[in-house]
C-alpha cells in the first residue's frame, strides 16, 4: 500500500539584474588631476615669487657670513612693513652697466655719520661691534648718511667695492633683506640682523 506524500513543488529562485556600471573614463580623470596640480603649482610659485626672490653669492665680499656659490632667500616684502636695520643683510640694484644686483650689509640709516678710522667703524661716535669681519678695514673716511639713503659695507671689508668706493645706496633701489641660505645643505642657516651698535668697552 503506497503512501500519499503531499507534492513538493520547487521553488522559483528570483535573480536581480545588476544594472550596469558605465566604464570610468580614466584618462579623463587623470587629465583633469594633472591640469589641477600644475595649476596649483603655477599659483604658488607666482604667491611665492611675489614675496621671496632666489639670489645666488658671485663674489667674496661679503666672506667670511656669505662664500661664492651659496643660494639665498630674499623676502622682498621686508621693508614694505618695516625700515631697515644696521645689521641687516640687503640686496639692491646698483647702476652698473649692465645693471647688478649687489649684496651688502647695512651699516649706515639714514641721519647717521659714519666713520672709519684705524680700523674701527664709529657711527655717531659709538664705535660698532663686528665679529663678522674677514678682517679690520685698511682704509678711512667720513659720510654723512642722506634722507632716503643707506650707507653698506661687504663683510670682507678690504676686498668688497661698496659704500666707501662709490657712496649711498637709495633705499628705493633694495629688493629685500636676505634670510636664509638654502644651498648647500652643509651651510643651511637664517640670516638674522643685530643691532650692531654697541658702545666701546
Known amino acids: 500500500m503506497m503512501e500519499d ?13 545588476q544594472p550596469e556600471t558605465a566604464p570610468k573614463n580614466t584618462f579623463s580623470e587623470l587629465l583633469s588631476e594633472a ?3 600644475i595649476l596649483l603649482a603655477f599659483v604658488l610659485y607666482f604667491a611665492i615669487s611675489a614675496v621671496t ?3 645666488r653669492v658671485e663674489n667674496i665680499s661679503m666672506q667670511p657670513t ?3 656659490g651659496e643660494l639665498l632667500v630674499v623676502y622682498k616684502l621686508a621693508y614694505q612693513f618695516d625700515e631697515p636695520h644696521r645689521g641687516d643683510i640687503i640686496v639692491f640694484h646698483h647702476n652698473t652697466e649692465p645693471p647688478e644686483d649687489y649684496i651688502k650689509r647695512v651699516i649706515g640709516l639714514p641721519g647717521d655719520t659714519v666713520t672709519i678710522q684705524s680700523g674701527r667703524v664709529t657711527i655717531n661716535d659709538q664705535v660698532i661691534n663686528e665679529p663678522y669681519l674677514a678682517s ?10 642722506p634722507q632716503d639713503m643707506l650707507f653698506v659695507l661687504g ?3 678690504n676686498r668688497s667695492s661698496d659704500s666707501h668706493v662709490w657712496g649711498f645706496v637709495p633705499q628705493e ?8 641660505i638654502y644651498w648647500p645643505l652643509s651651510s643651511i642657516r637664517l640670516l638674522s640682523h ?8
Not at 506524500?5 to 539584474?17: D, L, R, W
Not at 633701489?173 to 636664509?180: H, L, M, N, P
Open 5 to 17: 506524500y503531499p507534492e513538493i513543488k520547487p521553488t522559483a529562485i528570483e535573480t536581480v539584474e
Open 35 to 37: 591640469i589641477k596640480t
Open 53 to 55: 626672490d632666489r639670489v
Open 66 to 68: 656669505l662664500y661664492e
Open 136 to 145: 679690520l678695514p685698511a682704509y678711512d673716511g667720513s659720510w654723512q648718511v
Open 155 to 157: 663683510d670682507n671689508r
Open 173 to 180: 633701489s633694495v629688493v629685500g633683506r636676505a634670510v636664509v
Open 194 to 201: 643685530d643691532d650692531i651698535v654697541q658702545a666701546a668697552p
